[in-house]
């Protein structure tokens, strides 16, 4: 199985600070990979698919990006909505795989 | 609008089956792929099973394979997971989503395996 190591695990940060979450695949996994915003009681919300590609609607402080097996979710100005938790998935192969999550809480 | 909606969960003890129902709307169902996704209590997100367009394929995550059915019936738009031999380890909140890139995701439906 692909594992999707996510890292921090959790994050303070200030509102309109840049913020970075990343997942390194313990594979090849292309550019099959896409980032998820959770709020509690929330079912998840794409934000990111295709490694680089903003989905639908998603504000453009929101940016994803790829190194080799690296890959990063990227806010460039933090808000107040922003808060929650953060999972990136991978979708190469089956079993698909969540990493475990990054909680972003405002400072 | 795309909306999913689960249904059918519950409080079931262990051993015993449930049958979670997700209604499709506002897209051609028969088009897409779709899959189940679960969240136990407090934890992450954990992929179940994923079936195709046409129903033709199905995939599953080991520890609910022989247990759970991934199956639709395109001209109902409605996609189901069949649960047999419930565990206490299956106990979660289970979405329905639509697999092209996980973009659409049902409200979710709680499942709870306990004696």
């Known amino acids: 199985d692909i594992q999707m190591t996510q890292s921090p695990a959790s994050l303070s940060a200030s509102l309109e600070e840049i913020v970075t979450i990343t997942c390194q695949a313990s594979?090849?996994?292309?550019?099959?990979l896409a980032w998820y915003q959770q709020k509690p009681g929330k079912s998840p919300q794409l934000l990111i698919h295709?490694?680089?590609s903003l989905a639908d609607g998603i504000p453009s402080r929101f940016s994803g990006s790829r190194s080799g097996t690296q890959y990063s979710l990227k806010i460039s100005r933090l808000q107040v909505e922003d808060t929650g938790i953060y999972y990136c998935?991978?979708?190469?192969?089956?079993?698909?795989?969540f990493g475990a999550g990054t909680k972003l809480e405002l400072k | 609008e795309v909306q999913l909606v689960e249904s059918g969960g519950g409080l079931v003890q262990p051993g015993r089956s449930l049958k979670l129902s997700c209604a499709a709307s506002?897209?051609?169902?028969?088009?897409?792929?779709m899959a189940w996704v679960r969240q136990a209590p407090k934890k992450g997100l954990e992929w179940v099973a994923t079936i195709s367009y046409d129903g033709s394929s199905t995939y599953y995550r080991d520890s609910v394979k022989g247990r759970f059915t991934i199956s639709r019936d395109n001209a109902k738009s409605t996609l189901y997971l069949q649960m047999d031999s419930l565990r206490s380890e299956d106990t979660a909140t289970y979405y329905c989503?639509?697999?092209?890139?996980?973009?659409?995701w049902g409200q979710g439906v709680m499942v709870t395996v306990s004696s």
């Open positions: 989503a639509r697999r092209a890139h996980f973009d659409y």
């Open positions: 295709s490694a680089t």
């Open positions: 594979q090849d996994i292309g550019n099959w």
């Open positions: 998935l991978q979708r190469y192969s089956n079993p698909y795989t």
């Open positions: 506002g897209f051609t169902f028969s088009d897409y792929n």
